[in-house]
């Protein structure tokens, strides 16, 4: 049991209270999926996460209902960072052409794939971290270690936490052949 005394008071913690899920999560040794406020905190990304390579995979519909155009929000993450750290963009809509999407995550699997060989630390975010950067990494497992998607969606829970959506959806929607 922790005591406090009446004049301390407690830390605040950076992702907590409405950003609970909020937190970055490793999918494998060198692949990390997060949100736009991870990719925006420099501290995070070089000191505690050693990114070496951002890749923004975002749903320019959400980003913009949010206020914030996919432009702003890729260079303030390419600013906010070192400039030794790598910068990628790929745009995910899964509401229009499902072919325009497979190519988007093809795409994004091909630039993690040779930022991996170059030997980077992959960071993948979307605006919660938990939606596009999900399908992007569940995306890779399949591709690259040829996993169903139950099984990399499954690794991907229980590496991270839960994404927004369930896997009934993803498996009534999604496949990569």
């Not at 004049?7 to 605040?12: D, H, T, V």
């Not at 630390?121 to 998607?149: D, P, Q, R």
Request: charged share 25%; hydrophobic share 35%.
């Amino acid at each position: 049991m922790t005591t406090m005394h009446a004049e301390q008071q407690p830390q605040e913690h950076t992702y907590g209270g409405d950003d609970r899920l909020d937190v970055p999560g490793v999918i494998e040794d060198n692949l990390l999926m997060g949100s736009v406020k991870h990719a925006r905190d420099e501290q995070l990304l070089k000191e505690h996460l050693q990114i070496s390579y951002l890749l923004d995979a975002e749903n320019p519909r959400k980003r913009s209902a949010s206020g914030e155009s996919a432009a702003a929000a890729a260079a303030v993450a390419a600013a906010v960072v070192d400039p030794t750290i790598d910068t990628g963009r790929v745009e995910l809509d899964d509401d229009f052409s499902y072919e325009s999407f497979k190519s988007s995550v093809t795409h994004a699997n091909q630039l993690i794939q040779k930022a991996l060989q170059d030997q980077k630390t992959v960071f993948v975010f979307c605006t919660h971290g938990n939606n596009e950067s999900a399908v992007v990494c569940i995306t890779y497992l399949m591709l690259t270690k040829k996993w169903t998607l139950e099984r990399a969606y499954k690794h991907r829970a229980l590496r991270v936490g839960p994404t927004w959506k369930s896997y009934d959806f993803w498996s009534s929607s999604f496949t990569v052949a």
